[in-house]
């Protein structure tokens, strides 16, 4: 299977990746990489048997999206208990210019 693609949206795309999963049962799927293969096309292609690039073409760039919730208003529950891994540079509460900022900026 041959793959140019800049990507684009990965609506149903699950149910493309599973026919390539299925075609590999019954021989080797080999994907060839010529231009690019990013976002739901590397989604597929990654479902291949094997991945042959060109030395010059892009590979990969998964997008995602990251939903920021304002948590600073909820009454905390004595039978609920949190717990948030975190990054130094981000707090949980108020969504201020600078979060806001930092997550659209790949929009």
Same mark, same amino acid.
């Given at each position: 299977?041959?793959?140019?693609?800049?990507? !684009?949206?990965?609506?149903?795309?699950?149910? =493309?990746?599973?026919?390539?999963? /299925?075609?590999?049962?019954i021989k080797p799927i080999v #994907?060839?990489? !010529?231009?690019?293969?990013?976002? #739901?096309?590397?989604?597929?292609?990654?479902?291949?048997?094997?991945?042959?690039?060109?030395?010059? /073409?892009? =590979? !990969?760039?998964? !997008? $995602?999206?990251? /939903?920021?919730?304002?948590?600073?208003?909820?009454?905390?529950?004595?039978? $609920?208990?949190?717990?948030?891994?975190?990054?130094?540079?981000?707090?949980?509460?108020? =969504?201020?210019?600078?979060?806001?900022?930092? *997550?659209?900026? *790949?929009?």
């Amino acid at each position: 299977m041959s793959y140019d693609t800049p990507g !684009g949206s990965v609506t149903n795309v699950d149910e =493309l990746a599973k026919a390539v999963r /299925a075609g590999k049962a019954i021989k080797p799927i080999v #994907a060839y990489v !010529g231009g690019a293969a990013a976002s #739901a096309g590397y989604w597929l292609a990654s479902q291949s048997t094997e991945i042959v690039i060109a030395d010059t /073409a892009l =590979l !990969g760039s998964i !997008g $995602v999206r990251a /939903a920021l919730q304002d948590t600073s208003k909820r009454t905390p529950r004595p039978d $609920v208990s949190n717990s948030f891994p975190r990054n130094p540079r981000e707090a949980n509460g108020p =969504l201020n210019r600078r979060r806001a900022s930092a *997550h659209s900026a *790949h929009d």
